[in-house]
């Protein structure tokens, strides 16, 4: 058993000790995950960010473009003293813009277009159709649902009541998938503890 | 004071989508080269995050305020990490490689393990079957629960099938509609955003 083994247990233990109540064990171990968590962060992203695309081109290639990055980065840690709020405005009116010029084709080919052309095809043969058409009938209605520029009412309010219906059995199942894949990772918690640190389980 | 913040989101955003069309090399590289730069933005950013998150919990060390020894464990480990990470890699075989599988991998499983405990108190507390919507909700959550562990076939080997057809059918249904709401409404957000006509990410002049 190494003292790898031995500080995870205790770390462990420490996040469990929540369920009788909150505690100094606790506490500590959720100070220690911020600052480990953030302080990881920091480091990948001086490894395999800074160092590429800024310290190595500037340093070593004298790529002099690669201070416009640099000057923005620079201007967006300005935004830690309050006076330095509109220095940061640049940095952030430059990294929202991409994101939103990418998100325009980015979202029109994987969202949009993607799905409708999922939708728009000729029914499954035999039985399944059945379902294809049930699909086909959620998508409508779900889509009436979220369609407000009209009131729902008539023959829109029936088929956006349906789409809640669809909609809260995608809800429920998306209910039921997030607690089992918690419960898996419960599972492989106690696992690590009873088979890894105490030995009482036999190994895999 | 916001002109011209307005006018590098108009001009990025509308070169980085302009750019996506255009199939010549030189377009590319530019788009690439434009992405890089926001990945080095996005660094910063996150420094600045860390600033942040350092001079809260250096406040509550410097006030003796309740609870400050652990904003101390806090501090000690963000600088910790951070400096090790920077002068020995992050890489296979490094002690931040070794650190982040003996306290941070824990840890965030651990946090997440905990989550069905509180998802399951929350459900308890919150789920009553007084409508149909929500006893469809109810329902289905059960099934898919059930119908995915091992018990779920011992009590009807129907059950696995019942669950893949809620998944592949009445979800299907749902979140395709969802995914082309939410298409679309990125996308006119980030109309929005280019033409100026959101500006609430600038913040308060």
């Not at chain 2, 002690?95 to 459900?123: E, G, H, Q, R």
């Amino acid at each position: 058993m190494t003292l790898q083994t031995w500080i995870a247990a205790f770390l462990t233990l420490c996040v469990f000790s929540f369920l009788y109540k909150d505690n100094p064990f606790y506490r500590f171990a959720e100070h220690l995950f911020v600052g480990a968590a953030a302080g990881y962060l920091l480091a990948v992203q001086w490894q395999n960010v800074l160092i590429p695309n800024v310290w190595t081109p500037l340093l070593h290639d004298h790529k002099l473009v690669v201070l416009i990055p640099l000057a923005l980065g620079l201007m967006m840690l300005a935004r830690a003293w309050d006076k330095g709020a509109g220095i940061a405005r640049w940095s952030l009116a430059f990294y929202v813009g991409i994101y939103s010029g990418v998100a325009i084709p980015g979202y029109m080919q994987a969202q949009i277009f993607a799905q409708l052309a999922d939708a728009a095809k000729p029914f499954a043969p035999g039985w399944g159709a059945v379902n294809s058409a049930l699909v086909l009938v959620g998508l409508l209605t779900v889509l009436a649902y979220f369609f407000f520029s009209a009131p729902h009412k008539g023959v829109h309010g029936a088929g956006a009541r349906v789409g809640i219906y669809f909609l809260m059995v995608a809800f429920g199942a998306s209910f039921g998938y997030t607690v089992m894949a918690r419960v898996s990772l419960l599972i492989a918690r106690v696992q690590f503890l009873l088979r890894d640190w105490l030995h009482v389980l036999p190994g895999p | 004071m916001r002109r011209g913040p307005l006018l590098l989101t108009f001009l990025s955003g509308a070169a980085i989508a302009a750019l996506f069309f255009i199939p010549h090399y030189r377009a590319q590289a530019a788009n690439s080269m434009l992405l890089e730069w926001t990945l080095v933005v996005y660094a910063f950013a996150l420094i600045l995050g860390s600033i942040s998150l350092w001079n809260s919990h250096a406040r509550k060390v410097r006030n003796r305020a309740e609870g400050w020894g652990f904003s101390v464990v806090t501090l000690v480990s963000l600088l910790a990490i951070t400096a090790l990470g920077v002068w020995k890699g992050v890489g296979e075989g490094t002690p931040v490689d070794w650190i982040y599988n003996t306290v941070n991998s824990p840890l965030a499983s651990t946090m997440f393990a905990l989550l069905a405990f509180v998802i399951a108190s929350a459900a308890f507390r919150a789920f009553r079957a007084r409508s149909v919507e929500a006893t469809l909700l109810l329902v289905t959550a059960i099934v898919m629960m059930i119908g995915r562990v091992s018990i779920g076939e011992l009590i009807s080997h129907r059950l696995p099938g019942i669950t893949e057809w809620l998944l592949d059918v009445p979800n299907l249904a749902a979140k395709r509609a969802i995914a082309i709401g939410v298409g679309l409404g990125a996308v006119s957000t980030a109309l929005k955003i280019i033409l100026g006509i959101e500006r609430s990410y600038l913040g308060r002049s």
